[in-house]
């Protein structure tokens, strides 16, 4: 697992914690809140970076259509 994919499984960890708190009354701190929001940009800017790197390999027989820049 590549720091990408680690960030973006913590980020889905953290916004379903912060959902079944709000969702089951549980008061949410707005650190939690904030911990969401950085994991999730984390998680698309090193999304991000890595397409923007692969893009110059575009032409290589090895390149994955995954990794076009959206």
Do not use: K
Not at 22 to 33: K, L, M
Not at 49 to 55: D, F, G, P
């Amino acid at each position: 697992m590549d720091a990408c994919e680690r960030t973006t499984v913590l980020a889905a960890g953290a916004t379903r914690r912060v959902t079944e708190m709000s969702a089951t009354g549980i008061a949410v701190q707005t650190a939690e809140f904030v911990d969401v929001a950085r994991l999730e940009g984390q998680a698309v800017a090193l999304s991000h970076t890595l397409t923007l790197l692969a893009q110059p390999y575009a032409r290589h027989p090895g390149y994955r259509q995954e990794w076009r820049p959206r």
